[in-house]
């Protein structure tokens, strides 16, 4: 089979979740179903991405680049139909990562969606993402011929939200990297925390810093611990990404 993958994502500069988890998954699809074709779909302009693009190119992975302005492709896509294997080839299936699936004249659509956060708490959203959900994911899952939910919860909200039929859903938690996996101990776990400076129980938050987040709502529940109980865990910030 030859699968097809919007990896346009691969590109940006400062990845957050959704770009890790397509990055492992491009590493790891050839080595556990090394029996089919891979082809990942970039468009772009700056010739600075040529490097980055080349390095994806495997024994049994492939790129294919297009070369349209962004401002144009969307409302190509958008609104004109244009098919996306018109530009990414001829494939099976074609597994759109995030959200997004554009008209597809052969084979078919798998997306990935992750939450439906602009339509069940809007309030959490900046405008234009509540009007780019509003846009395309419901046009999105009616495209696709499979959904992956990475919650049960998320299966649950498309299925209230927007009416998608279950059994198109399949429930596929994210992975965990090795990285973050149990180690054995090894020495003494208060030398390695005063050695990162910390120096008792914590309070730690991975994630970008923006209003979905609800930062506020942790920084209340951390406000709202018995003072004996908050004078035994820190609180802190690190470095915010734009």
Not at 28 to 54: D, G, I, K, M, T
Not at 90 to 96: N, P, Q
Not at 202 to 209: A, D, K, R
């Amino acid at each position: 089979m030859r699968i097809g993958i919007d990896a346009n994502l691969l590109l940006r500069t400062r990845p957050t979740g959704i770009e890790v988890y397509l990055a492992e998954l491009v590493r790891l699809f050839p080595v556990v179903a090394p029996q089919h074709r891979y082809r990942l779909y970039f468009n772009y302009l700056r010739s600075r991405h040529n490097e980055r693009v080349a390095s994806f190119s495997a024994r049994q992975v492939e790129t294919r680049t297009c070369r349209i302005p962004p401002q144009l492709l969307e409302p190509l896509h958008r609104y004109a139909g244009l098919p996306i294997d018109w530009l990414a080839g001829k494939v099976d299936l074609m597994f759109c990562p995030s959200f997004v699936v554009q008209p597809q004249r052969h084979g078919r659509a798998v997306v990935t969606i992750r939450d439906l956060i602009p339509f069940t708490h809007p309030e959490f959203c900046e405008e234009w993402l509540i009007r780019h959900f509003t846009a395309r994911v419901p046009q999105s899952v009616r495209r696709a011929d499979a959904i992956i939910a990475v919650s049960r919860y998320t299966a649950d909200a498309m299925s209230k939200v927007l009416g998608v039929e279950r059994e198109r859903v399949y429930i596929v938690p994210n992975g965990i990297q090795e990285q973050f996996r149990r180690v054995a101990r090894s020495g003494d776990p208060l030398e390695t925390a005063r050695r990162l400076g910390i120096d008792g129980p914590y309070v730690l938050f991975v994630g970008t810093h923006e209003p979905r987040k609800n930062l506020p709502r942790l920084l209340r529940a951390y406000g709202g611990m018995k003072p004996a109980v908050r004078r035994r865990h820190r609180a802190g910030r690190g470095a915010a990404r734009d």
